[in-house]
């Protein structure tokens, strides 16, 4: 199995693979807000894998590098094999999208048929995380769920809820 990159490894992969530098940016503020989100889960007994959730924050957007469109997680992943990155960071940066993409969705899509939903708790948070960066900033969670809502994913938007809702309970805060 390919070992994680560390931090500098990860960032240097970015830039190897001509991210833009705002796409650096937001993937360094989703990895400082996961490894947040990452270490309270810690400490009230969740087992997390602190290593795998900094590597899937810095990678997670690896295919922004070539498409800014919904299938950039695809297209991260292809580039992570390449680079010959683990499975577990391969399934952060396919399931990331969306707050993941349904059997339905993939098929409308055109996409090969997989799991595009989050699953192991890493999974969870690096997408949660993500959905709570706006850019570089913490934005409130209904500000995105919002923003699906009026773009018209109204499925979407209730798995970010429903996302929202799972991690806070893990926190023990309200949601």
């Known amino acids: 199995m390919a070992e994680l990159p560390n931090r500098e490894q990860a960032i240097q992969i970015l830039k190897q693979q001509n991210c833009p530098p705002q796409v650096i940016q937001h993937c360094l503020a989703v990895t400082t807000l996961a490894l947040e989100i990452a270490a309270k889960l810690q400490t009230r007994g969740i087992k997390i894998s602190l290593p795998l959730v900094e590597a899937g924050g810095l990678l997670h957007d690896l295919g922004r590098a070539k498409s800014h469109e919904v299938n950039h997680g695809l ?19 396919k399931r990331h999208v969306g707050a993941g993409i349904t059997h339905q969705e993939a098929q409308w899509l055109k996409w ?20 709570r960066i706006d850019n570089d900033r ?4 209904d500000e995105e ?4 809502q009026q773009r018209g994913y109204p499925e979407a938007a209730e798995r970010v809820r429903r996302l929202h809702v799972e991690i806070t309970q893990l926190l023990g805060e309200q949601p």
Do not use: F, H, W
């Open 112 to 131: 090969p048929q997989d799991n595009y939903i989050p699953t192991t708790i890493e999974e969870k948070v690096v997408c949660y995380a993500d959905k």
């Open 75 to 93: 297209i991260g992943v292809q580039m992570g094999k390449t680079l010959g990155l683990p499975d577990s960071l391969l399934d952060i940066i």
């Open 138 to 141: 913490v934005v409130p969670i």
């Open 145 to 148: 769920i919002r923003k699906l």
